[in-house]
């Protein structure tokens, strides 16, 4: 019964996110294509406008794809946990803890893969617009990668795995935001939308307050150690953006536990379709 539930959940997220998906990828290597053939010529002022309102219009889609993406995930988990399709979804053979696993598995997929296309697409375009410009050859390719491992001591590949489980990170953290801040808001009967978005509004100023302390005092050490080691610049610069991957990676882990904590509690134990 489990899987037939992650491929059902699947199946109605992919009826949306899929286009979503595949369209970003179909922009971009409509760009590549543009961008490498130079169809057009961007010098002078109308074409530098040109330029310039693509590359706007381009932003504003990918921050787009990602509001759609999280709304709608959004809109889903309420819609089939706490609205009237809730009592549905609470009388399948499974427990809830598990259909609640169900919908989070799939909803961090599809934010996962949403971020690293979008990635993807604007480093593809980058390079792409270098490239046919002449400012990036294969060899300044491999040197600015050679420079890159030489500076974080780590190889490429493995920068790429720190990046992307940053990524993952930063997706299951959002999401559990959000469907926390709905488990919250369904337990009062009345308006429980609005004590949702109020209850997220909360969190967000909470989180907002603890990291301005947590990057007053993380300044603060970067200062002292910066005069510890004065003599060794690259072992600083290094060291300063480990400890700030470091700190942000237990700060999200230590949020995910909360949230997660408290969807599991409230979806188990205090769970009100009323």
Known sequence: MLG????HEFKDTAKILLPLNLALIGVTIIGMIILGLKVFDFEGVAMGFLAASMVFFYV?????????????????????????????THTLPVSTFSVFNVKLLVS?????????????SVIALFCTVLQSAGELTSSEWNYVLYELEMFFDKSVPALIGKCLLYMLVSCLSGLLMIYCSISIGQLFNKYKVAASIVTYIIIYIVLQIVNLILNMH?????????????YQSTYDDVSIIGDIFASSMIQSVVLIVIY???????SNKKLNLT
């Open 4 to 7: 037939k539930l992650f491929k």
């Open 60 to 88: 504003l889609a990918i921050i787009a794809l990602f509001i759609v993406t999280y709304i709608y995930l959004m809109i889903r988990f309420y819609r089939t946990m706490y609205s009237d399709e809730g009592y549905l």
């Open 108 to 120: 961090v997929f599809w934010a996962f893969l949403t971020m690293i296309l979008a990635v993807i």
């Open 218 to 230: 993380r300044s603060m050490q970067i200062m002292t150690n910066s005069l510890s080691y004065a």
């Open 260 to 266: 997660y904590i408290t969807c599991v509690y409230i």
